[in-house]
T-cell receptor, first 115, second 109 residues
């Protein structure tokens, strides 16, 4: 039912692995977001892209590298992650970025576990 | 620091009881949105409030925006097991959407 699709749904990786999370939105939106959701913490905004340009990077460690090849696709490349990076990673989209009055549509998330 | 505070963090009720979650900000909010995340699911947009003192209803859910636009509440009347989940408020501050920590609602049938 969601217009935002994330793959994979679950990912287990070692600290030395390199993997990528994928997000695709079918809503014709111009803005896409990556959030981290950990237990007992609010949603943490990681990156914001507007029309394929990164407009926000919330002091995210460089072991997380986003990529937005077009307005419908968003990737999060992961390398040399730490155990504390285990979390649910949510992708979202909205019509435009920098417009806090627009609803965000979330994907189902990728549950990431770092061994 | 956290700009949008939400309480309580957890709430357990008997089915049929009412439930309320509160959202507070030290900063005036341009608008406030509410989301629901079912267990194992993703946040889903419920509603947006824009005007001072605005009240909106969706069946058993009542949403309220404070007069000063610094607080909001979500009240559920006569909870049902389908109401289980985490309810998030998100306020617009400086054109950005800032989420509260969420209130996790569990219900005893």
């Amino acid at each position: 039912e969601t217009g935002v699709t994330q793959t994979p749904r679950h990912l287990v990786m070692g600290m030395t692995n390199k993997k990528s999370l994928k997000c695709e939105q079918h809503l014709g939106h111009n803005a896409m977001y990556w959030y981290k959701q950990s237990a007992k913490k609010p949603l943490e905004l990681m990156f914001v892209y507007s029309l394929e340009e990164r407009v926000e990077n919330n002091s995210v460690p460089s072991r997380f590298s986003p990529e937005c090849p077009n307005s419908s696709h968003l990737f999060l490349h992961l390398h040399t992650l730490q155990p504390e990076d285990s979390a649910l990673y949510l992708c979202a989209s909205s019509q435009d970025a920098g417009q806090g009055n627009q609803p965000q549509h979330f994907g189902d998330g990728t549950r990431l576990s770092i061994l | 620091g956290q700009q949008v505070m939400q309480i309580p963090q957890y709430q357990h009720v008997q089915e049929g009881e009412d439930f309320t979650t509160y959202c507070n900000s030290s900063t005036t909010l341009s608008n406030i949105q509410w989301y629901k995340q079912r267990p194992g699911g993703h946040p889903v947009f419920l509603i947006q409030l824009v005007k001072s003192g605005e009240v909106k209803k969706q069946k058993r859910l009542t949403f309220q925006f404070g007069e000063a636009k610094k607080n909001s509440s979500l009240h559920i009347t006569a909870t049902q097991t389908t109401d289980v989940g985490t309810y998030f408020c998100a306020g617009e501050i400086a054109q950005k959407l800032v989420f509260g920590q969420g209130t996790r609602l569990t219900i005893n049938p």
